[in-house]
């Protein structure tokens, strides 16, 4: 139970966080700092520190990047929670066999739409396969999200 989060305690990713960003950083500042030391020659080693720097830059920035596709996707699982439980508590019945027939976009452009038209709009999605601008431009009671990451 060591690795369970407390209340005030961040979640940490220890192989993310201590290991992986820190050692880009470190490789990225280090190589940098030998190739400006190298730059202008045309030697076998600036081009060899040229190739670690720009190696080491593609891995933070692909490291940086990962970050951001992790969140989007912890928010795609959190909507479609969200319109599970929505659809629960108007209608009294379960999603699930009902998500299994709309695509992910189908549900996230669902999320938009009012209590009252949530379940009518549900089936005509399902119904008329319609794509998430479509579905949002049917929606009457339309309720912004704008906590998106």
């Known amino acids: 139970m060591a690795n369970q989060p407390t ?3 961040p ?4 192989w993310h966080h201590f290991v992986l960003v820190p050692a880009a950083l ?3 500042a280090y190589a940098i700092r030998r190739y400006v030391g190298v730059a202008g020659n045309d030697d076998e080693v600036s081009r060899l520190w040229f190739t670690v720097m720009l190696l080491a830059m593609v891995g933070l920035g692909a490291l940086i990047m990962m970050r951001q596709h992790y969140a989007l996707q912890l928010q ?5 929670l ?4 929505r659809y629960f508590e108007v209608t009294g019945q ?8 709309l695509q992910l976009s189908q549900i996230l452009g669902l999320r938009f739409a009012g209590d009252e038209e949530l379940p009518g709009l549900v089936q005509v999605a399902i119904r008329e396969k319609l794509s998430s601008k479509d579905i949002q431009a049917r929606i009457q ?3 912004f999200d704008d906590m998106r990451v």
């Open 141 to 143: 009671q339309f309720q």
């Open 82 to 85: 969200e319109v599970r439980q």
């Open 11 to 14: 979640m940490y990713y220890p």
């Open 26 to 28: 470190i490789l990225a």
């Open 76 to 80: 795609d699982r959190l909507i479609r």
């Open 94 to 101: 379960s999603f699930r066999p009902l998500e299994a027939q």
């Open 7 to 9: 209340k005030n305690t």
